[in-house]
T-cell receptor, first 113, second 115 residues
């Protein structure tokens, strides 16, 4: 079945550092890929998405590129802020939305001032 | 603002109790989902529904049931709560069955503790 693998952390960085959170996936077809973010005490919010190979999703300074050849969707940000501290989930959807998302285990990101 | 609302943020229940977790969405979405979130395990799909009165098992349905009598409401039922069901429960909804880029909208979660 489908699966998503991501680094679990916690990942601790200083403010203004460069961020990469790796995500790789296994899927039988051609999934859509997502990054969700969960701030403390809240539910998940969509951060960005990509629906086909070589698509780049971007939002709030974060970017991720759908790489079919390496089955990856790594999340990057050039300069992180304390407010980026959260848990980040990589996810895929292959069943046309109705079957739900398959999530990675989440990466806890801590940004220190 | 689009919204998925879960009826409780925190619940404490006793072992053996029947527990209802309620979720309402105001986006006229066809699809609704229940996940549980546990440290080190991420989110796991319990049940989902793609239409009123329809339900499908997810990855971990044992010990749970669901009800979808109206399009906007999706209830998760723990028939006899056990301590291993202590968890964060997240409801989500999405539209357009068949659309591959469907975004899911999440509620704020219900942290359930079974004692």
């Amino acid at each position: 079945g489908d699966s998503v693998t991501q680094m679990e952390g916690p990942v601790t960085l200083s403010e203004e550092a460069f961020l990469t959170i790796n995500c790789t996936y296994t899927a039988t077809g051609y999934p859509s890929l997502f990054w969700y973010v969960q701030y403390p005490g809240e539910g998940l919010q969509l951060l960005l998405k990509a629906t086909k190979a070589d698509d780049k999703g971007s939002n709030k300074g974060f970017e991720a590129t759908y790489r079919k050849e390496t089955t990856s969707f790594h999340l990057e940000k050039g300069s992180v802020q304390v407010s980026d501290s959260a848990v980040y989930f990589c996810a895929l959807s292959e069943g046309g939305g109705a079957d739900g998302l398959t999530f990675g285990k989440g990466t806890h990101l801590i940004i220190q001032p | 603002d689009v919204k998925v609302t879960q009826s409780s943020r925190y619940l404490v229940k006793r072992t053996g109790e029947k527990v209802f977790l309620e979720c309402v969405q105001d986006m006229d979405h066809e699809n609704m989902f229940w996940y549980r979130q546990d440290p080190g395990l991420g989110l796991r799909l319990i049940y989902f529904s793609y239409d009123v009165k329809m339900k499908e098992k997810g990855d971990i349905p044992e010990g749970y049931s669901v009800s979808r009598e109206k399009k906007e409401r999706f209830s998760l039922i723990l028939e006899s709560a056990s301590t291993n069901q202590t968890s964060m429960y997240l409801c989500a909804s999405s539209s357009e069955t068949g659309a591959l880029n469907t975004e899911a909208f999440f509620g704020q979660g219900t942290r359930l503790t079974v004692v």
